[in-house]
């Protein structure tokens, strides 16, 4: 591993030493193969060790201790997902005999109607399994995966509920933006128009109250379950009410970019671009562009980055570029240079010793007003990580 740091670590300093050449001149730098060889050290060490594809690799608590999930946990296809990618870039059937493996046993959260991330759970792992091998038996598991999270959808308030639980009368976060691909992938694929309905229903009502006059996003709003009327817009995992928290951020440009390809609305596009450049505008403040877990919090620089933050942003930018001719260059190279950072010594991990020895990259904030794995290695990271740095090798290969 120490000579696969040293040749990663010299390419992207040649990156930075490159950092002011043309847009055309600076997208084929990225050590894509040794970060791929990189993963598949890590996740195969996991899967020696824990030869088990009912527990999904997540974390590690502040104690070093490792954290793994079963299917009913939110992040639960994250893991698979990260197998389908090394087998895409691969195309090793190991990889792919191993994604199969965990993707089947995540089966039993299609059923689930207790959770609005069905779509990170199952679009994940499932999705990436149909695009990959093209096997259609993953087709009926997502498409039962809609039907579940259809049924948390209340028409009086035109929303996808998302926690059952809290202080909330019924709240509807960002991040369950993410979750409507998997209601746009049923409606297209089984001509359902149903399932476009509630996606397109759920981000309509979204968009008239999760943004600032600014760009930023509100993580939670909140609606009277009765009238549907919006009760506060208020945080659960920022600094606070009024502050932007990053990984919220990033949801809002991935989500709307994403509804934007199944539509093709061009206000999705616009709310898309807002919240990109409100991020842009606040990570051009950092010197390597990381964000910091929270745009607001006033301890800043003296605060913790979210890697994870980063990964989604940098995923989203580059599908985003595909989409506006005069922000292309913009977005592209914003999300060259999160990637480029994300690549080096400081984030990418090339430790076998715990915390970090499952984990491409270090430094994510889960949930800090709660201590919740604050500064730490989270899978969706690494998941988002590989995605963004497929996107790049296959639009660098345009």
């Not at 999930?69 to 090394?86: A, E, I």
């Not at 990436?128 to 259609?136: E, H, I, K, P, W």
């Not at 020895?357 to 904030?365: K, P």
């Amino acid at each position: 591993m120490d000579s696969l740091r040293t040749y990663i670590l010299l390419i992207i300093s040649c990156i930075a030493f490159c950092s002011n050449k043309t847009f055309a001149q600076a997208n084929n730098n990225l050590p894509v193969d040794k970060i791929v060889q990189l993963a598949e050290e890590k996740y195969r060490s996991f899967i020696n060790h824990y030869n088990n594809p009912l527990v999904h690799l997540y974390s590690f608590d502040d104690d070093s201790a490792l954290l793994t999930v079963n299917y009913k946990d939110w992040t639960s296809g994250f893991f698979s997902g990260c197998l389908w990618y090394l087998y895409g870039f691969s195309n090793n059937s190991e990889w792919k005999h191993y994604a199969d493996e965990w993707t089947n046993n995540l089966q039993p959260a299609s059923l689930l109607t207790n959770k609005h991330d069905l779509g990170f759970m199952l679009f994940t792992s499932f999705g990436n399994g149909l695009r990959f091998t093209a096997d259609s038996a993953y087709k009926k598991i997502l498409l039962q995966g809609a039907k579940s999270l259809s049924k948390r959808f209340n028409p009086a308030i035109g929303s996808i509920r998302s926690w059952d639980n809290g202080p909330w009368h019924y709240p509807v976060i960002v991040d369950n933006l993410m979750n409507l691909e998997l209601l746009f992938w049923a409606a297209q694929t089984f001509h359902d128009s149903s399932f476009f309905n509630i996606a397109i229903s759920h981000i309509n009502n979204d968009l008239k109250y999760r943004f600032r006059k600014d760009g930023s996003t509100f993580h939670v709003l909140d609606f009277d379950s009765a009238s549907g009327m919006l009760l506060t817009q208020k945080t659960w995992q920022g600094y606070s009410d009024a502050s932007c928290w990053a990984r919220g951020q990033a949801w809002a440009i991935y989500s709307l970019t994403m509804a934007y390809r199944y539509t093709h609305n061009k206000n999705y596009l616009s709310f898309a671009e807002k919240a990109a450049q409100y991020f842009i505008h606040q990570i051009n403040k950092i010197p390597d562009h990381i964000p910091y877990w929270d745009f607001n919090d006033p301890g800043i620089p003296n605060i913790e980055k979210d890697v994870s933050a980063a990964a989604v942003a940098a995923s989203a930018l580059i599908e985003l570029s595909n989409y506006t001719p005069t922000s292309r260059k913009l977005y592209y190279n914003t999300a060259l240079q999160m990637l480029t950072s994300l690549c080096s010594d400081k984030y990418l991990c090339f430790s076998n010793a715990a915390p970090n020895q499952y984990f491409l990259l270090r430094h994510s904030v889960v949930n800090k007003p709660r201590n919740k794995g604050v500064d730490v290695p989270v899978i969706y990271a690494d998941y988002y990580f590989l995605e963004a740095l497929w996107r790049y090798k296959h639009y660098k290969d345009k």
